[in-house]
């Protein structure tokens, strides 16, 4: 398993998955990074943490990540905007809170 030295969390809000830029690291010190999605921040970056861990990275040993996943928004943010906007309409895409970390 990989160790994570170091990590930044970018929450880039809510978002269409269609519209979403992504999240890379071109021009960064950081050598790898995985997005996640959710109805909130704590479910996204939860997401993340997984992708992360899927890629080997060993997330479990990092208590400072896991404290930033305990400390994370977890009110879902998602369902109201569902809700008043896409209610009945079968076209209507979900939007996404979307969190990126990335790691070295």
């Known amino acids: 398993m990989k160790t994570i ?17 992504g ?7 950081f050598i790898d990074v995985a997005t996640g ?3 909130s ?4 970056l939860d997401d993340a943490l997984e992708i ?3 890629g ?12 930033d996943l305990d400390r994370a928004d977890e009110t879902d943010i998602v ?3 569902v809700e008043e906007y896409g209610d009945g309409d079968e076209n209507y895409e979900n939007p996404w809170v ?4 990335r790691v070295k």
């Open 98 to 101: 979307h969190v990126s970390i």
């Open 41 to 44: 921040e704590q479910e996204a």
């Open 56 to 67: 080997d990275w060993d997330v479990a040993c990092n208590a400072d990540l896991n404290a």
């Open 5 to 21: 030295n170091e990590y930044e969390i970018i929450n880039h809000g809510i978002c269409h998955s269609d519209y979403f830029q």
């Open 37 to 39: 999605i959710g109805n």
């Open 23 to 29: 999240c890379g690291t071109a021009f960064t010190e």
């Open 79 to 81: 369902s109201p905007i």
């Open 52 to 54: 992360l861990a899927q």
